[in-house]
């Protein structure tokens, strides 16, 4: 390489170091893991150490290197922070408080909520060790949040150091940043609204200037504390009062779904005139020990939820319906409204759910209708004002095609013993439109969580070939993307590196992105744990293996007949073998790890039959992964104990067990084993 090359690639990796360095720092919007950035400064000092010359003018080793300790650093969160499950009226609550006392096998119970009002606003974790604050992190992605500790600082609301001789050793508190309605007319020529201001001003790389915006701090409740030695959640509440933190007045202990609805329309009927926006009050088990017992789904806790206010309607003039067609097949009809502002966002679609809503509702084209939009799910259609209907109107013929042209049908469901209500395109990855609709679920953010590669991105590239299979995805030319308008380099690296980034996949997600239908992110958690690994996952590709592992699939507790036959269908098809082959060659795929407890079961499968008398079946399971055991769907030779209820156990179960010298227990010798 002659001098003049080497002078080229040394300012063009410089140019590139500078690139990446004033999106690190001053955009914090890194291009670029942290490993990338130092392999390219070090070969930039490499050059200059060999080629002396280089350093003439403006050498790195004088320009970066320290600035690098100014970004957020990313800190896992002692305790996960979870996402909150959603009900949006009192048959919801009412199933909520049922699964509860379903799971805990406690009938008929009153349970005792604690109330908080849902403030839309930015969440934040406080660390205290013997009363000092020493870490501050926002939520990120739940696992992992920014250190914004010296910004948190600034808001007064957020006490330094807490007095308090009976303090555990370590606590965390948690709660909501926000800004209120009053001060942010104050600074709203600066931002999109409150929350954003929010948000924005937490992640200055300046206190001084986080402290000129005037964000206030709502504790609401505890991750990590060590030791733990409250009882009840509004015991805790109560504490952060004493030591000093801002609680919201709203806040209340109530008993059972009376008190609940009565507290729900009252804070609804003051929303508008609160200070902060709320969108609705969350509940959570007042007992602590009944938290702990209840415990979390993968996204969410049992013990808690938000009750959102009721939805907002409005009055629209349907122009057309047409159906859509989900990434599972599903055809859903769709009513093209006239525009109309609901909630503060502008609708034009409202979804009709399935063909027999249609009939139930009348719905006809040139209907006048009540739609209305709860949270942020899409709008529907909620009745007809059959006093505005024209006289000429036709009812809605639902059709019998799909939009690839092939003929739907209505499937006989295993569960429920019924056929479905919702119509099907069984062509998968051959019919075009399940299969644009499969790639936009395995971007998302519970499968690959590609940012930068959303659904309107999924329909541009599709209709520019871009991407027709998963796998084109890490096959994308990304000097063709840069072409296209609205994509610039900055736009284009992004996608780039978070492309990168979803090539590291747990099986678990991988398992769940591959879109089998009826497989949640539960079922492909338990189904990780059988398979293992990606070499393991892989056999079940092949027909020659197949039929035996679908077998032994039977052994899992949580997958039954529906999970087994949809598995089947799908790897049946040839083409999601091809398809789901050739993504995993793009992929390095991590091995299941699971939790790995050790403990009284561990290496232990245990089933349960029959109905128990102090805790539910769902709450044993949980116990027994709890202690390091496994829990089996079946009896089989791989069982070591069969625990059996007092109410209504299977017969053949316990026999098949006694055939094949399994260890049998009664409920009673259960809790005995278990010393509980």
Known sequence: MNKQDIKKKYNKQKKLLFKYNHHYFNLDSPLISDSKFDQ???EIIKLEKDFPYLRKNNSITDQVGAPVLKK????????????????????????FINKISNYLNLKNKIFDFSSELKIDGISASLTYENGLLIKGLSRGDGVTGEDILENLKTIKDIPKKIYDDKLPKILEVRGEVYIGKNDFKKIEKNFANPRNAAGGSL?????KETKKIPLKFFAYGFGVINPMIYKTQSEFISKLKKWGFIVNPYNILVSGINEIEKHHKNIESLRHSLDYDIDGIVFKINDLNLQKRLGNTSNSPRWATAYKFSSEKAISVIKDIVIQVGRTGAITPVAKIEPVTVGGVVVSNATLHNEDEIKRKDVRLGDTIVI?????????VVSVNLQKRKKNSKKYIFPNKCLCGSII????????????AVRRCNKGYDCSFIAKERLKHIVSKEAFNID??????????????FIKKPSDIFELDFDKIKKLEGWGDLSVENLKTAIDQAKNISLNRFIYAI????????NAKILASFFKSANQFAYILKQAHRDDILKNLNDLDGIGETQISSIKNFFNKNKNVEIVQKLITKLNIQDF???NVKGKLSNINVMFTGGFEKISRSEAKTLTENLGGKVLGSVSKKLNILVVGNSKPTKKKIEKAKELKIKIYSENEWYKLLNI
């Not at 209305?372 to 899409?378: H, K, Y």
């Not at 006989?412 to 479905?420: A, Q, R, V, W, Y």
């Open 40 to 42: 390219l400064k070090n």
């Open 452 to 465: 930068g590669l959303g659904k309107k991105v999924i329909d541009q590239f599709w209709k520019l070939n």
């Open 409 to 420: 049908q209505k499937e006989f469901n295993l569960s429920t013993k019924k056929e479905d």
């Open 372 to 380: 209305q939009r709860a949270g942020d799910v899409i709008p529907q």
């Open 593 to 595: 790890k699971g939790t």
């Open 203 to 207: 992640r200055q790389k300046d206190p």
């Open 515 to 522: 879109g089998v239908r009826h497989i949640g992110q539960e």
């Open 72 to 95: 957020f650093k990313k800190i896992k969160h002692a305790k996960q922070m979870l996402s909150l499950s959603n009900t949006f009226d009192s048959k919801g609550m009412k199933d």
